[in-house]
């Protein structure tokens, strides 16, 4: 049974640049929720994607966007980086948004802005 | 808003011994879940254990345990005859709800170190 899987593990960008990062998500969910983790501090969630929209959003500027495509997956876009976006993005897939399921996150890409 | 507050930075526990983890919330929410992750060096974090608010025991999973205290609004993980690969950062969470989507707020997280 595969986990969620991210691509890629790392990622190293300048200022202003562009950056795609991709999850998979576990084999039967179809919500994919992406967060941002900076370097000591918990995640913060960004937003979550069920039957290809956005359905919640956090804190976080208009440069944060997203997409899911018909087979679950999902990407997480960034524009105009800024030194403060470098974190550790997390995906995290679970059963349907209205559910009570747990979240089971993958492994990262770690963003470095440079 | 909903709030989790974990006030140990950091814990050194020598193997073979329990430990706990503390983790307070915040929440006006009747209905709400409480989970711990447990993130190693190398990032994924990885589920641990879940507690529901109208949960009558406290939940359990191998090794792992919580206290679940609901008029303190607590919710300890307690974990027993620990081992070093245990070493890890360890967040709570709880889950809240908007928009008919769920989200997890974390607190800060604990470093816990297992010494040989």
């Known amino acids: 049974d595969a986990g969620v ?33 900076a370097l000591g501090q918990g995640p913060q969630f960004i937003f979550q994607y069920y039957e290809e929209e956005e359905r ?7 440069r944060f966007s997203g997409h899911q ?46 | 808003a909903q709030k989790i507050t974990q006030t140990q930075p950091g814990m050194f526990v020598q193997e073979k011994e329990a430990v ?8 006006s929410d009747p209905s709400y879940g409480l989970f711990w992750y447990k993130q190693p060096s190398s990032g ?6 879940y507690q529901g608010s109208y949960d009558q025991q406290n939940a359990t999973e191998g090794r792992y345990s919580l206290n679940f205290q609901k008029a303190r609004k607590s919710a300890n993980l307690v974990i027993s005859a620990s081992q070093l690969g245990d070493s890890a950062m360890y967040f709570c969470a ?3 709800w908007g928009q008919g989507a769920q989200k997890l707020v974390f607190g800060q997280g604990t470093r816990l170190t297992i010494n040989p």
């Not at chain 1, 999850?23 to 992406?34: E, I, L, M, Q, R």
């Open chain 1, 5 to 37: 899987t991210q691509s890629p593990t790392h990622l190293i960008k300048t200022r202003g640049q562009q950056v795609t990062l991709r999850c998979s998500p576990k084999s039967g969910h179809d919500t994919v929720s992406w967060y941002q983790q």
């Open chain 1, 56 to 62: 919640q959003r956090g804190n976080f500027p208009d």
């Open chain 1, 69 to 114: 495509f018909p087979n679950y997956s999902s990407e997480l876009n960034v524009n105009a980086l800024l030194l403060g976006d470098s974190a550790l993005y997390l995906c995290a897939s679970s059963l349907p948004g209205w559910s009570t399921d747990t979240q089971y996150f993958g492994p990262g890409t770690r963003l470095t802005v440079l």
């Open chain 2, 20 to 27: 706990t983890l503390d983790c307070t919330y915040d929440t």
């Open chain 2, 44 to 49: 994924e974090m990885i589920f641990l254990i």
């Open chain 2, 94 to 96: 709880m889950r809240e």
